[in-house]
């Protein structure tokens, strides 16, 4: 069996840019910088390394591109094979399987790629993994679709076991990619006291971070990671008042959960976000796009949107699927907090590898599958 040739090793705080297929997010959602929080400019700027100028110019055109991109995906059809941000030159490429359909891509404003395998297929290998995702060994970090390579990625850190991954889930071989990382994920669930939200464990204190709060007709809710809402409990915000019991929990699988807020006296859900704007919506930012995240361990940081779709091996059984790669950095204790692009709702912090002193690599459970999962709405401002 054979694979692709290359195997890129990624080091943690230089990871290779990681791009996929576009979600969809009208012009109106992406924000100038002037309707973005004095904290979330400032993290921005400094993790992606622009200024303030710069910063403008790249959310108005990833606000551009975002069109384009869904445009293009209705046109091609079938042989649409995914689209990203360059951003190195901030251009917008769109890949197809059929050559003819070029020149309008290129019509359209965007740089055309011809590529061999259609996204139908990179869907259907990953598929084939993801069956055999409980055979997975704990060196087979994670594995997603890249089309900027026309690949299903798979992250390992042991090259022989992930071959030996991909030939027992008898997914073919071309369109697979493997690629060395230095480290595999982890959940950065962190059972220590502190602030955020914290529940009591038989170990001691349990913490995490709160995502974001929803309602039903009845309750209102603070969604966040469902490894943290499996420690079960009644949850307490940073001033120590209770908030409420776990009502819901997924994990593994899903990782998501939300805890009821019956302290109704004490706690009142809010569209905001800790240092940013009041939340305007959940609609899915594009892959290549700026994303920032928000916990209770480190605060602010700022990356890209790499991957969607991403199936990520946590060890010990624990495999969670359609987690969103980002390259913004997170430690224990920030899992559950927010991903947001600009003022729209984007995820719960799940895991990763690597810390915010090195970088590294995080992914995060998408919001509107939690929401519609238990049937809530998300508050918004």
């Not at 046109?75 to 995914?82: A, E, K, P």
């Not at 939200?197 to 170990?203: A, D, Y």
């Not at 240092?275 to 920032?292: D, H, K, Q, R, Y």
């Amino acid at each position: 069996m054979s694979y692709r040739p290359v195997l890129r090793t990624m080091c943690v705080g230089a990871m290779a840019l990681l791009l996929g297929i576009a979600g969809t997010l009208p012009a109106s959602a992406e924000p100038d910088d002037a309707d973005l929080p004095p904290s979330m400019v400032a993290a921005m700027q400094r993790d992606l390394g622009i200024t303030p100028e710069q910063l403008r110019s790249r959310l108005s055109l990833e606000g551009a591109h975002l069109l384009v991109a869904e445009q293009l995906r209705t046109l091609l059809g079938i042989t649409f094979s995914g689209s990203w941000i360059d951003r190195k030159s901030g251009e917008l490429f769109v890949g197809t399987t059929d050559s003819s359909q070029t020149v309008r891509i290129r019509a359209l404003g965007a740089q055309a790629v011809v590529q061999r395998v259609p996204d139908s297929e990179l869907r259907r290998v990953q598929a084939k993994l993801d069956r055999a995702a409980g055979e997975a060994a704990p060196t087979v970090g994670a594995w997603y679709i890249d089309p900027a390579a026309n690949a299903v990625v798979v992250a390992t850190t042991s090259v022989p076991e992930a071959e030996t991954f991909v030939g027992d889930a008898d997914a073919d071989a071309d369109p697979v990619e493997i690629r060395s990382t230095a480290e595999v994920p982890r959940l950065f669930a962190d059972l220590v006291g502190g602030d955020a939200i914290t529940v009591p464990t038989s170990g001691g204190t349990g913490r995490c971070s709160i995502g974001f709060s929803a309602r039903s007709a009845n309750a209102t809710y603070v969604i966040t990671a469902g490894h943290c809402t499996d420690l079960g409990g009644t949850w307490s915000g940073n001033n120590g008042a209770t908030i409420g019991p776990v009502t819901s929990s997924n994990f593994p699988t899903d990782d998501f959960g939300a805890i009821q807020v019956t302290n109704t006296a004490g706690w009142t859900g809010t569209s905001r976000v800790t240092g940013s704007s009041s939340m305007l919506g959940s609609t899915e930012a594009a892959i290549g796009a700026s994303v920032c995240r928000s916990g209770s361990t480190t605060g602010y940081h700022c990356g890209t949107l790499q991957a969607r779709n991403a199936t990520v091996n946590y060890g010990g059984g624990d495999i969670v699927y359609g987690l969103t790669r980002t390259n913004a950095c997170a430690e224990p204790g920030d899992s559950g907090g927010s991903f947001v692009a600009g003022r729209q709702a984007q995820g719960l912090t799940s895991g990763g590898s690597g810390d915010c002193t090195s970088g590294g690599t995080t992914y995060f459970q998408p919001i509107n599958e939690a929401l519609s999962s238990y049937g809530l709405t998300l508050v918004t401002g």
